[in-house]
């Protein structure tokens, strides 16, 4: 059972806008720490998407976006697109286990 | 150009032990953590383990602590993975990753080396 929870699934029509949830808990996004988003394309490594809860690297579409509040966040990819078919996961520190978590990966399909 | 290389998996049997190996290019390979995080067939991914720059900390999920131990050549720009008393459930593909910063994210990963335990 993963510590940061996030829906299985979600899906959306091609230009639509979907969120991803990532809860979390107050040793771990509530006590501060950033929180991190990568996509995971099948076959392939994870690829950071969002660093620090709300920062994109260079190279990734500006229509992917990250948000952050009290122990939860959320990823929104507006203008959902075929090729954003993948995996999704998130991942902080816990202050409790003194470890890096991860979220327990959400699929993403384009309708 | 970051570049890490991930080698050293295969197919050993439950108790047997087997040491995984990343080797880093296009970074001060000393300024940077690194991490192993591992992924069971079909399953999300899991962080296992993370070394400071120096080598000098250390740190490591439950479900392998006193079982692997992870170092560091900054000599020869390579990270490892020493795996001893292996289980079934250490079965995964296991990818060494850059660390941005100490408890940030993970900027660069690995190509990722399968590790099967089974008799």
């Known amino acids: 059972q993963s510590v940061l929870t996030q829906p299985p699934s979600v899906s959306g029509a091609p230009g639509q806008r979907v969120t991803i949830s990532c809860t979390g808990s107050?040793?771990?996004?509530?006590?501060?720490?950033?929180v991190h988003w990568y996509q995971q394309l099948p076959g392939t490594a994870p690829k950071v998407l969002i660093y620090?809860?709300?920062n994109r690297p260079s190279g990734v579409p500006d229509r992917f976006s990250g948000s952050k509040s009290g122990t939860s966040a959320s990823l929104a990819i507006i203008g959902l697109q075929a090729e954003d078919e993948a995996d999704y996961y998130c991942?902080?520190?816990?202050?409790?286990?003194?470890?890096?978590?991860f979220g327990s990966g959400t699929k993403v399909t384009a309708l | 150009e970051v570049q890490l290389v991930d080698s050293g998996g295969g197919l050993v049997q439950p108790g047997g032990s087997l040491r995984l190996s990343c080797a880093a290019s296009?970074?001060?390979?000393?300024?940077?953590?690194l991490s192993w995080v591992r992924q069971a067939p079909g399953k999300g991914l899991e962080w296992v383990s993370s070394?400071?720059?120096?080598?000098?900390?250390?740190f490591y999920a439950d479900s392998v602590k006193g079982r692997f131990t992870i170092s560091r050549d900054n000599s020869k720009n390579t990270l490892h993975l020493q795996m001893n008393g292996l289980r079934a459930e250490d079965t995964a593909v296991y990818y060494c990753?850059?660390?941005?910063?100490?408890?940030?994210?993970?900027?660069?990963w690995g190509q990722g080396t399968l590790v099967a335990v089974s008799s």
């Open positions: 296009g970074f001060t390979f000393i300024n940077y953590a």
């Open positions: 107050s040793s771990n996004i509530g006590a501060g720490y950033g």
């Open positions: 070394i400071s720059g120096n080598g000098g900390n250390t």
């Open positions: 990753a850059k660390l941005m910063t100490w408890l940030g994210s993970h900027d660069s």
């Open positions: 620090g809860n709300n």
């Open positions: 991942q902080s520190y816990d202050s409790s286990l003194s470890g890096y978590v």
